[in-house]
Nanobody
């Protein structure tokens, strides 16, 4: 079983920054892509960013240029640096591992709340 433990959410004013982290309880060799999703009240869950094992990154259109995803393979951890935050970034942010070798598919973290006040 894969456990994903997120941390770093909180309350910040518009224009501020927050950093999220997600630690995976398995060997890095088992991890491929790692992703961040978010879900705001009344909205569908949406992809924020993803990073491959080799560091290739993709971002949702609404966060391009403001958010940066990175990973520390030695710590089996993925990070999300969020700058220039806007009230519309308010959501629960989830870490997601689509597939882990030897462990299977579709693992989610418990979520961490990010609230941006105007």
């Amino acid at each position: 079983q894969v456990q994903l433990v997120e941390s770093g959410g909180g309350l910040v004013q518009a224009g501020g920054s927050l950093s999220l982290s997600c630690a995976a309880s398995l060997r890095n060799e088992s991890l491929d892509r790692m992703e961040w999703y978010r879900q705001a009240p009344g909205k569908q869950r949406e992809l924020v960013a993803r990073i491959s094992s080799r560091g290739y990154t993709q971002y949702g259109d609404s966060v391009k240029g403001r958010f940066t995803i990175s990973r520390d393979n030695a710590k089996n951890t993925v990070y999300l640096q969020m700058n220039s935050l806007k009230p519309e970034d308010t959501a629960v942010y989830y870490c997601h591992v689509p597939y882990a070798v030897g462990y299977g598919y579709n693992y989610w973290g418990q979520g961490t709340q990010v609230t941006v006040s105007s």
